[in-house]
């Protein structure tokens, strides 16, 4: 089992930065790649951003490209997600994730395994 706390959510103007961390413990191990994923009311939960574990491969929602960057430490089992220019679009429960990247035939996708409880990012005036 893999336990994922999230912090540094809360309320923020738009135009302004906020980030996101996720601490991870339990089986370690076993995580190849970590990402996060959002859920705004009504909406479908999306993958914001997604990394492996070596921090070579990245995954970014088209939406927050140029504006999002996530990153991680291995050593302390934590992964990041900086957020910039926020926009309230961006408004939503943000879960942190543990998992893999599949490589297939068709292209490479982040899978979760296992989520955090969230942590509520509100952009608003």
């Known amino acids: 089992q893999v336990q994922l706390v999230e912090s540094g959510g809360g309320l923020m103007q738009p135009g302004g930065s906020l980030r996101l961390s996720c601490a991870a413990s339990?089986?370690?191990?076993?995580?190849?790649?970590m990402g996060w994923y959002r859920e705004a009311p009504g909406k479908q939960r999306e993958l914001v951003a997604a990394?492996?574990?070596?921090?070579?491969?990245?995954n970014y929602l088209d939406s927050v490209k140029g504006r999002f960057t996530i990153s991680g430490d291995n050593a302390k089992n934590t992964v990041y997600l900086q957020m910039n220019s926020l926009k309230p679009e961006d408004t939503a429960v943000y879960y942190c994730?543990?998992?893999?990247?599949?490589?297939?035939?068709?292209?490479?996708?982040?899978?979760?395994?296992?989520w955090g409880q969230g942590t509520q990012v509100t952009i608003s005036s």
């Open positions: 994730s543990a998992g893999r990247f599949i490589y297939g035939n068709d292209g490479n996708y982040y899978m979760g395994d296992f």
């Open positions: 339990g089986t370690t191990f076993r995580i190849n790649a």
């Open positions: 990394i492996s574990n070596s921090g070579v491969t990245t």
